[in-house]
């Protein structure tokens, strides 16, 4: 299973865009890339996934290098309300094990 | 449609007790996992149940046993509990082999 590394916590404004990097140079072939994000006491929320290149939903894009050894999630204009940690995954969608890192401490200030 | 739903909320144990804690996975899903989350770390995985059958295991002791009924929910039971065990208890849900949507958790205390 890929190791993740993504930085400890970071910090941002209201109404900005942050980008959040997540190294993986072990990924396999068949790995897919999933972010969580995870408030207090409450269990992880689904926010995106992808395989290579650019997935955009409703809430957040990714960016996936061609040599897919990195990602980078997306929150355009972050709120108080996003002030979360986030978490990268990389393995078999669906797969046994999976692995939570440490995750991202995202601190979103007025 | 409800998501992944998890009982009880809280839960206050003492040391040497034994615990249930019950999900329920979301609609049209079939397979459940669980985890540990101690405060302050990422979840740990626990197991896996698909068809009513332990799939895979994380690195737990026997002491962490679960089912998975015809109707796809599922119990984590876990037994002569220490304090290393107060921890939040994710459940989730997917289709095999398919991304997991999980469950708002357990809080469980072990005095």
């Known amino acids: 299973l890929a190791k993740t590394t993504q930085p400890i916590s970071m910090d941002s404004y209201e109404g900005q865009e942050v980008n959040i990097t997540c190294s993986h140079n072990n990924i396999a072939t068949n790995d897919y890339i999933t972010w969580y994000q995870q408030f207090p006491s409450q269990g992880p929320r689904f926010i995106i996934q992808g395989y290579k290149t650019k997935v955009t939903n409703e809430v957040a894009s990714l960016f996936i290098p061609a040599d897919r050894k990195s990602s980078t999630l997306s929150l355009p204009r972050v709120s108080l309300s996003d002030t979360a940690v986030y978490y990268c995954?990389?393995?078999?969608?669906?797969?046994?094990?999976?692995?939570f890192g440490a995750g991202t401490r995202l601190f979103v200030k007025a | 449609d409800a998501g992944v739903t998890q009982s009880p909320t809280h839960l206050i144990k003492t040391r040497g007790q034994q615990v249930t804690l019950r999900c329920s996975p979301k609609?049209?899903?079939?397979?459940v996992s669980w985890y540990q989350q101690a405060l302050g770390q990422g979840p740990q995985f626990i197991f896996q149940y698909y068809e009513e059958e332990e799939r895979q295991r994380g690195n737990f002791p026997d002491r962490f046993s679960g089912h998975q009924f015809p109707n796809y929910s599922s119990e984590l039971n876990v037994n002569a509990l220490l304090l290393g065990d107060s921890a939040l208890y994710l459940c989730?849900?997917?289709?095999?082999?398919?991304?997991?949507?999980f469950g708002p958790g357990t809080r469980l205390t072990v005095l």
């Open positions: 995954l990389v393995g078999e969608v669906g797969g046994f094990k999976t692995i």
């Open positions: 609609s049209g899903h079939d397979t």
């Open positions: 989730a849900s997917s289709t095999f082999r398919d991304t997991q949507y």
